[in-house]
């Protein structure tokens, strides 16, 4: 047993260095060749009243999930929209500091505890949250070609995105079409033979129950519409602070940057997703014209403005949550101290 735990930590520990090294590789790509002193010029001509207005844009496109999430809930159990708002800016927040988008299993650990739930049954409301972005990060890529050109690597990122989401509607549809009783039915020890499986077998069992209950329901439906508020007030922000640092980039232009970065920053990573924003933001707007001095200081400007919110907003919404910053830490770590023991 003592042995063990170690090896668990220098695990943990590697994921986490992971992370570190590709935000190094990033930041390292985008300053390599550029002149500081240009850079800071870029930075003085941005125009605070588009980019406040960027920022509201980016506040209206989480609150809407918060919304989202709200009507996903609703089989598990019933919270104010606030509530479910506070949480998506509580795991905002918690994202800013922590690495691996470990905000996603506070803000479901805060909701379980308010509904009260166990922490499985709100899963399956994250899971169809994260299908319906897909859905319709999808669709706007083949909007965005359907009005400018595109890169070939983002096309075919968009075809190979198109091809997960119909796997998850066809899972999705399966596990609504499945009978219950399967499901409700317990993995026994001489079925499965490992203690691992029958761990393994009820998560699956929970989560196909919980997707089964938020169905194609009225509210699964207005959830999937206020899906397309969230990417639309997201573009609009991007946008709009393009507009405020001096880029003539048409929305679809706009709207095509932002789908390369949430795309490039899709797979958790360092705290912030610092590095890997940086990396996808220059990258795409020097696919359109974009000198990359003035790139990469845009992708410092429009990184610490996206933060704004989420440090303000999220520190807020953890103040009034009931629990502490230390506290989230000591309840993210025996989580994972369970998970651990449970392999």
């Given at each position: ?83 479910t708002i506070q949480a998506v800016f ?129 509210t699964s439906y207005t959830a999937f ?9 997201q573009i609009l922000s991007f946008w ?104």
């Amino acid at each position: 047993m003592n042995d063990a735990g170690p090896e668990l930590t220098g695990q943990k520990r590697s994921k986490y260095i992971f992370g570190y090294l590709l935000a190094g590789a990033g930041l390292v790509w985008v300053f390599h060749d550029i002149k500081i002193s240009e850079m800071w010029e870029h930075m003085a001509r941005i125009s605070w009243g588009l980019a406040i207005l960027g920022l509201f844009f980016d506040t209206l496109c989480y609150c809407c999930q918060g919304l989202r999430w709200n009507l996903l809930l609703r089989p598990t159990g019933r919270l104010p929209v606030l509530r479910t708002i506070q949480a998506v800016f509580v795991g905002l927040f918690i994202n800013e500091f922590i690495p691996m988008r470990l905000g996603e299993v506070v803000r479901g650990y805060l909701v379980s505890r308010w509904i009260p739930a166990k922490f499985i049954s709100v899963l399956p409301s994250i899971i169809v949250e994260r299908l319906f972005d897909a859905v319709w990060l999808s669709v706007g890529i083949g909007l965005t070609a359907m009005f400018l050109p595109l890169p070939k690597n983002l096309v075919h990122a968009g075809n190979i995105l198109g091809a997960v989401v119909l796997s998850g509607a066809g899972l999705f549809i399966y596990l609504l079409l499945h009978k219950k009783d399967s499901f409700a039915e317990p993995l026994s020890e001489k079925r499965t033979g490992s203690r691992l499986l029958r761990l393994l077998g009820g998560f699956i069992r929970h989560l196909a129950q919980g997707l089964k209950a938020i169905g194609l329901t009225g509210t699964s439906y207005t959830a999937f519409g206020v899906s397309i508020f969230v990417m639309g007030f997201q573009i609009l922000s991007f946008w709009t602070l393009t507009l405020s640092y001096g880029f003539h980039l048409s929305f679809w232009a706009g709207a095509a940057v932002l789908l390369i970065i949430v795309l490039g920053t899709a797979i958790p990573n360092a705290p912030a997703n610092v590095g890997s924003f940086q990396f996808f933001c220059v990258l795409g707007l020097t696919l359109f014209g974009v000198d990359k001095t003035a790139a990469a200081a845009f992708s410092l400007v429009v990184f610490f403005l996206f933060a704004i919110p989420f440090w303000g907003i999220g520190f807020l919404a953890l103040s009034y949550s009931g629990m502490t910053f230390s506290t989230i830490r000591s309840e993210i770590k025996r989580l994972q101290t369970i998970q651990d023991q449970d392999r």
